[in-house]
């Protein structure tokens, strides 16, 4: 503003309005109440500040009050937020429900996931079958067990010829269950279902399923509509209404999804987009495989936040039917592995091959050069032999090579377990002989620093410590 005496500012008072002072060197020269929103306010407000007063233009404080509308967030559809406060002493402590107990709560989102072709379907059909008759589960025979509806949402199987032979051949009782196929917006053709506008459908489907207790979307990434699946904030918008809706209507919401390919990374971030997926999940559970067995499948925890057992399970798939149909069948022991762990294993097992090649490579190369050389020197070669570096370094640790440094601050250097390396012979230490040391052409028998060599100079004598 021209003169920098006068000062403008702001308080919030009832909705969308403020109470707005403007001061000239200490004495007030307009007060008013208004919506700073409003460029009618503003011009008005402007217009009475200068009024019969020079020096000051009515745009640079409709600026101003501009400015001071932003900073308040006063206006149309920006009323200031005001807390929300729960005195926990008003809260009622209540225990967690279990769908299944220890593993899937009622009223909570957990997740699933794994690599495709592990039977993750056939797993959560198993559930849905388990919940649709009140049959028992795996760990706890003897836990009692509700039967309840679900309401399942397939984007890959068809519901005649995978999902209902499948319930079938695991003995459902397929009056509990129902199956969200698509939505009607109140257009001419139907629509696919989407979380980011499909809530209210889900909630009428629920309603529509007596005692539902189990909600299956699968996979999670096919009805995430305009969401980017690796931006927290937007899928932290699509799963929280999804969990307050779990909350809402008592039941578990189990949600599967695939691994993404980042070997090497705990398992925490292993699944496919955002970390927002597991951070959201109360429980997240991985499918792998048994590295020793191939048939075999293991389900293990990778965070679960409410249950205070820390074991997976195995299943394999068996059929059992005459039709053929494969169908889940659980281990009765729990299985004390990690999720990282069978990753892990799983990662070797799958590149086991280079793995095996490298440190073939590695070993015939430090045995050629004495059973030691130096790091970047292998690191090199390895590169320019198309080895990963990571590849290179599991090798070292396969074979028990060591870095050791070279003496007198010398590169480091890789060494062969048990080996006593000699320097090559190109780097061997070449010192003077006593004969050497007294020929008139040296240096050191010159008697003068600044002397020239008259001969030939000697060979270059290299050192590599």
Same mark, same amino acid.
């Given at each position: ?24 060197? =200490? ?31 009515? %745009? ?33 402590? $209540? ?60 984007? %890959? ?51 529509a399923t007596p005692g539902c207790r189990l909600v299956v979307i699968d996979p999670i990434t096919s009805y995430l509509g305009s969401t980017d ?13 999804? =969990? ?7 039941l578990a919401v189990i949600v599967i999804s695939h691994l993404n390919k980042s070997a090497g990374t705990p398992a925490m971030y292993r699944t ?46 068996? $059929? ?12 009765? %022991? ?56 990571? $590849? ?74």
């Amino acid at each position: 503003m021209d003169d920098p005496r006068l000062i403008i500012d702001a308080t919030p008072s009832e909705r969308n309005k403020a109470t707005v002072t403007a001061r000239l060197g =200490g004495e007030v020269l307009h007060l008013d109440c208004g919506d700073l929103a409003s460029a009618e306010f503003r011009t008005r407000f402007a217009a009475a500040v200068c009024n019969g007063r020079g020096g000051i233009a009515p %745009e640079h404080i409709e600026s101003e009050l501009l400015r001071l509308a932003s900073q308040l967030s006063v206006g149309p559809g920006k009323q200031r937020s005001t807390p929300n406060i729960v005195r926990l002493a008003d809260v009622k402590p $209540t225990a967690v429900q279990w769908l299944w107990p220890g593993r899937f709560a009622l009223g909570k989102l957990s997740l699933l996931v794994g690599d495709p072709g592990l039977g993750k379907s056939f797993l959560t059909l198993d559930i849905a079958a388990r919940v649709s008759r009140g049959a028992a589960w795996p760990d706890a025979p003897n836990e009692p067990n509700p039967a309840g509806g679900v309401v399942l949402i397939s984007a %890959e199987d068809d519901l005649a010829d995978t999902i209902r032979p499948r319930l079938d051949a695991a003995g459902a009782c397929i009056e509990r269950i129902n199956a969200l196929e698509s939505v009607n917006r109140g257009h001419a053709t139907d629509a696919a279902f989407c979380l980011q506008r499909d809530l209210p459908a889900l909630e009428q489907a629920v309603e529509a399923t007596p005692g539902c207790r189990l909600v299956v979307i699968d996979p999670i990434t096919s009805y995430l509509g305009s969401t980017d699946s690796h931006k927290n904030a937007e899928i932290r918008a699509v799963l929280k209404p999804l =969990g307050d809706f779990a909350a809402r209507h008592r039941l578990a919401v189990i949600v599967i999804s695939h691994l993404n390919k980042s070997a090497g990374t705990p398992a925490m971030y292993r699944t496919m987009g955002s970390l927002a997926f597991t951070a959201a999940a109360r429980a997240v559970w991985c499918v792998t495989k048994d590295k020793s067995d191939e048939r075999r499948r293991l389900v293990l925890p990778v965070k679960n936040n409410l249950g205070t057992d820390d074991s997976g399970l195995a299943y394999r798939l068996e $059929t059992l039917s005459a039709d053929g149909m494969p169908v889940v069948a659980w281990e009765a %022991e729990p299985v004390r592995q990690s999720a990282d762990d069978a990753l892990a294993a799983e990662r070797d097992d799958e590149g086991g091959g280079a793995l095996a090649e490298a440190m073939d490579w590695l070993r015939h190369l430090l045995q050629a050069n004495g059973g030691q050389l130096e790091s970047g020197k292998i690191k090199a070669m390895a590169k320019s032999d198309g080895i990963a570096e990571r $590849t290179l370094r599991r090798a070292k640790d396969s074979l028990g090579v060591e870095a050791k440094p070279g003496r007198f601050g010398g590169p480091w250097a890789w060494t062969l377990p048990n080996a006593e390396p000699e320097p090559a012979a190109e780097t061997r230490q070449s010192w003077p002989t006593a004969p050497e040391l007294a020929k008139p052409q040296t240096l050191a028998n010159s008697g003068n620093l600044g002397q020239h060599w008259t001969d030939a100079p000697p060979e270059r004598v290299r050192y590599e410590l």
